[in-house]
């Protein structure tokens, strides 16, 4: 990228475009109605060709504000290189200022699956600030609507049992948090062999496309982090930045680190011969999920110890390199 960032609004979301890949920025009035063959809402010409002209905002799924007589606001339109040829993304507001020193593009973790790396080129970090970096190659489908995907298939993985062995186990560090699937639990347990860190405050920037449970991503230290929230996107960016706690996958997602929001409590624990391991029956908890390696007791809470590899495998909608492990 050159020194100049160009970003593109939707409302108050900003996405990050390559100076050099525009060809033009223009008011939306210049757009015309497509011919029969044509996709998108709309089309303008820009030098002797015809580019069709996209929503941003709805094909990100953000809200789309429409003025009186039902057309669009004073927008603009910004036109940029493809493969295919140039194509418009009707926009809100195009910016330019000057790009950090320090600023990079980092890769989106393959978690978010390949629709979102489809859109998406990467996460530009430029000093306090993460903005996605807009794709050039959007693949238009029957529909005249960009990145139509199908619906995600189902995967499945089986628990892994906790030991019953009466030697004291290792570190865990206990949480409480709404992010995860219900399983009678009040607490949750990871191994603290797992945990990466704690941070407070880190930007959770929102993925269109991407592929539940991750409901978005921060940057920390260099390396983009998948966030990770089996609620709805909106019930987590709705809220204050929240406790984050960094855990490092296993297995077929060894070397990556994903992010769980928490409650402010977390515990440093070891548990002993005396925190008895708990029926999920007789606790009324039912048939725990594949993801709970087991339940414990601690302090009278109900702690259940998770396995992240099979919370990641384990959900309805997993990303393509889950499938492809045979998770």
């Known amino acids: 990228m050159n020194d100049t960032l160009v970003s593109c609004a939707v409302g108050n979301v900003e996405y990050a475009l390559r100076a050099g890949d525009i060809i033009a920025v223009m008011r939306a009035e210049r757009m015309r109605a497509p011919a029969a063959c044509e996709g998108g809402i709309g089309v303008v010409t820009v030098g002797g060709q015809r580019a069709s002209v996209y929503p941003l ?88 609507s960009p990145f139509a995907e199908g619906a995600p298939t189902r995967a499945h993985r089986t628990s892994m049992p906790m030991s019953t062995s009466t030697a004291d ?6 949480f409480g948090t709404d992010a995860l699937p219900q399983c009678g639990a009040s607490r949750y347990a990871v191994s603290a062999r797992r945990v990466a860190g704690v941070e407070s405050g880190l930007e959770v920037v929102a993925v269109p496309g991407s592929e539940s449970p991750v409901i978005g991503v921060s940057v920390w230290r260099g390396e983009v982090l998948p966030v990770i929230d089996f609620r709805t996107a909106a019930a987590f960016l709705g809220a204050e930045r929240q406790r984050l706690l960094i855990v490092r996958c296993g297995g077929p997602f060894a070397g990556t680190s994903v992010a769980i929001p928490i409650d402010a409590e977390t515990t440093l624990c070891q548990p002993t011969r005396d925190n008895a391991l708990v029926d999920p029956v007789h606790a009324g908890a039912g048939t725990i999920p594949g993801y709970v390696a087991g339940l414990f007791d601690f302090r009278g809470q109900m702690v259940a110890l998770i396995d992240p590899d099979a919370l990641l495998c384990g959900q309805d909608a997993v990303s393509a390199t889950a499938k492809q492990a045979g998770c």
Do not use: K, N
């Open 169 to 174: 186990g290792p570190l865990v560090v206990t």
């Open 57 to 144: 905002g709805a094909t990100a799924g953000l809200p789309v504000v429409a003025d009186d007589s039902g057309g669009p606001r004073d927008r603009h339109i910004v036109v940029l290189r493809s493969e295919t040829g140039p194509v418009g993304w009707l926009v809100d507001h195009v910016s330019r200022s000057r790009l950090p020193e320090r600023a990079h593009v980092l890769p989106l973790p393959p978690l978010v699956g390949a629709r979102a790396q489809r859109w998406f080129d990467g996460v530009l970090s430029a000093g306090d600030r993460a903005m996605l970096l807009l794709s050039l190659s959007p693949a238009t489908h029957g529909d005249g």
